[in-house]
């Protein structure tokens, strides 16, 4: 199982971004997926996440902001990310197949992409 991560950079506060996290060795149309992000010096946080049936959940912290889709024909889950701000500088990491409610009860992580918001 391989999940590879894109799109990340450098951009001003109120840019924007769209990630991208390509899927393969997975049944990717039944698998909920997510997305994370981890700041220098802090815990691994929720973002968003997707359903298979395309149900969605965000933090609070991103709602109106970014929005999180898939295209399962693609095998490609998307972070498209407005009016970014410099506290949503982090690596980004998608995440695939939830096992149980915990937050960070995913099977498989990419290797992240980083987001640097300048002020």
């Known amino acids: 199982v391989q999940l590879q991560a894109s799109g990340g950079g450098l951009v001003q506060a109120g840019g924007s971004l769209r990630l991208s996290c390509a899927a393969s060795?997975?049944?990717?149309?039944?698998?909920?997926l997510g997305w994370y992000r981890q700041a220098p010096g802090k815990e691994r946080e929720f973002v968003a996440v997707?359903?298979?049936?395309?149900?969605?959940n965000y933090a609070e912290s991103v709602k109106g902001r970014f929005t999180i889709s898939r295209d399962n024909a693609k095998r490609t889950v998307y972070l498209q990310m407005v009016s970014l701000k410099p506290e949503d500088t982090a690596v980004y990491y998608c995440?695939?197949?939830?096992?149980?409610?915990?937050?960070?009860?995913?099977?498989?992580w990419g290797q992240g992409t980083q987001v640097t918001v300048s002020s």
């Open positions: 995440a695939a197949e939830r096992y149980g409610p915990g937050p960070h009860a995913f099977t498989y």
């Open positions: 997707i359903t298979n049936d395309g149900s969605t």
């Open positions: 060795g997975i049944i990717f149309s039944t698998k909920t």
